[in-house]
């Protein structure tokens, strides 16, 4: 299943103000490879997974197109061929805290019993939630009978239980022990192995290493640079991705000075200005254009690798 996204934009209108929550957002999510979505919290990037399923309120304003294999685009599609053709069938989620997602009077067991006869499945819950690492006797388990990891898993198999050929994983490793992160992006690689598209919204690099064969990184609602997972982890052009590598324990672990604007009051130029060593008197009144996988009027070229030897 193959997803193209074109200048995705997502705004709130709220009191007195307007939430830029998503803006022009461009990129895709190719069978058998993983797109890992990264930025610091509240950029953005979990508004636009779920515009992509079209779950947002109702002052939602959204445009843009993002296409499906076979030509349905989600962005304008009835709310119902989204409910009823799209959503566990076409693309999975797995969502943010998976925990309080849960129904909190049933067990395990019948909330994945209930996905997979509502979505048409065989399979049984025992193999499916198998398949994540439960045993039998944790899906007759309440949700708060559940460890953080237990609940990701019982997530990971209801997202599965329509054997989707997307899967959006809304921060998946939230609230984990790295153990347990590193097996949650081990089953999502695998999914990735089996053919299916991943897109993985994370703020942890670490992890979107271990799964990404291609990241985006999104910065107070705008996307400033798309490409291989490999060079932008070892050569990010971006000095927003830059310093997010190089605030990695494995890197230099020095903090990005400075905090991001409010959606509700972006400057007119980049965004990062303020925060960026490298901007100029330009930087501060013209939004660089994406070009070439990067939007940035002065791109780097050193590498944080060898910045940091």
Not at 135 to 157: C, F, I, K, T, W
Not at 203 to 214: T, Y
């Amino acid at each position: 299943m193959k997803l193209e996204v074109t200048g995705l934009t997502v705004s709130f209108a709220i009191p007195r103000a307007t939430v830029r929550a998503v803006t022009g957002a461009s990129f895709s999510v190719r069978p058998g490879r993983c797109l890992a979505l990264v930025g610091e919290s509240g950029c953005g990037k979990s508004v636009l997974a779920h515009a992509l399923l079209g779950l947002l309120p109702a002052n939602a304003q959204v445009s843009g197109q993002a296409v499906l294999d076979g030509g349905l685009d989600l962005l304008s599609a009835p709310p119902a061929v989204l409910a009823r053709k799209v959503r566990g069938r076409e693309i999975g989620l797995i969502p943010q805290s998976p925990a309080t997602h849960l129904t909190p009077v049933r067990t395990a067991r019948a909330q994945l019993e209930e996905a997979l006869a509502e979505l048409g499945s065989t399979r049984s819950a025992a193999e499916l939630a198998e398949r994540f690492g439960l045993a039998p006797r944790d899906l007759d388990r309440y949700p708060h009978e559940l460890s953080g990891g237990m609940a990701q898993r019982v997530a990971n198999a209801i997202a599965l239980a329509g054997d989707p050929g997307l899967l959006i994983a809304d921060e998946p490793t939230s609230g984990l022990d790295r153990p347990l992160v590193e097996r949650t992006m081990a089953v999502l690689r695998e999914l990735c192995e089996e053919g299916r598209a991943v897109l993985v919204i994370t703020h942890d690099l670490r992890a979107a290493a271990q799964v990404a064969d291609d990241i985006a990184v999104m910065y107070a609602s705008r996307l400033v640079e798309v490409g291989p997972a490999a060079e932008i982890l070892d050569r990010p052009r971006h000095p927003y991705a830059a310093g997010l590598v190089a605030a990695q324990p494995d890197r230099e672990f020095v903090a990005i000075p400075g905090m991001p604007p409010e959606l509700t009051a972006l400057p007119p130029g980049c965004a990062f200005e303020p925060r960026c060593g490298h901007a100029t008197a330009a930087c501060a009144t013209t939004t660089p254009a994406m070009t070439a996988g990067v939007s940035c009027h002065h791109p780097l070229r050193e590498t944080v690798r060898a910045q940091g030897a």
